[in-house]
């Protein structure tokens, strides 16, 4: 598998395997398979969303479908590959996680995003209980996923990576 480390601060930027963040900040890593897959089979994941993902998956859906002004007919998650999809083929790069955020904004609302910065401020708890938080609550939006360590300064290490395993749209 080819990877890079893509830091997400105030722009996004490639990094080095060695980079250590001096402020709080998002860390991916982006993979692909190796260039020559010829020969193997891929396996189809079938999700079985629950009552509570349905409901999560349309309305993020919708909230999407709102802030870009496009449209679509399907349901469940296809309508929102296809919300996304749209997104992607009709606005720039640098419009698309204004849209983002736009959605998540109509998807939650504000004084809820007040509260957890109020009650929970930046610290290893609050980091640790996010990523446990995601791998429990947005499987229906990523696919199963797991939490793990990663360094942070002076050789600390912390669980406040989320590794998903599959991702669930590719």
């Known amino acids: ?47 079985k969303d629950s009552f509570f993902d349905h409901i999560a998956i349309n309305h993020m859906s919708k909230c999407l479908q709102e802030a870009t002004g496009l449209k679509n007919s399907k349901s469940g998650y296809e ?8 997104a992607s083929q009709n606005f720039s790069p640098t419009q698309q996680p204004q849209l983002v955020t736009q959605a998540l904004h109509r998807a939650f609302p504000n004084p809820l995003f007040l509260l957890i910065k109020k ?22 939006l990523v696919g199963p996923s797991e939490v793990r360590e990663s360094d942070m300064d002076e050789g600390r290490r912390e669980k406040n990576v989320v590794h998903i395993k599959k991702c669930r749209s590719v």
């Open 1 to 47: 598998m080819e990877a890079k480390l893509v830091a997400q601060c105030k722009t996004p930027t490639l990094i080095s395997p060695h980079w250590k963040p001096k402020s709080p900040c998002v860390v991916a890593v982006l993979a692909r398979p190796a260039a020559d897959v010829s020969g193997q089979t891929r396996k189809t994941n079938v999700y």
């Open 79 to 86: 309508s929102l590959v296809e919300a996304a999809t749209m």
């Open 119 to 140: 009650v929970l401020p930046p610290s290893k708890f609050t980091r640790t209980l996010f990523a446990i938080f995601t791998t429990l609550f947005f499987a229906w």
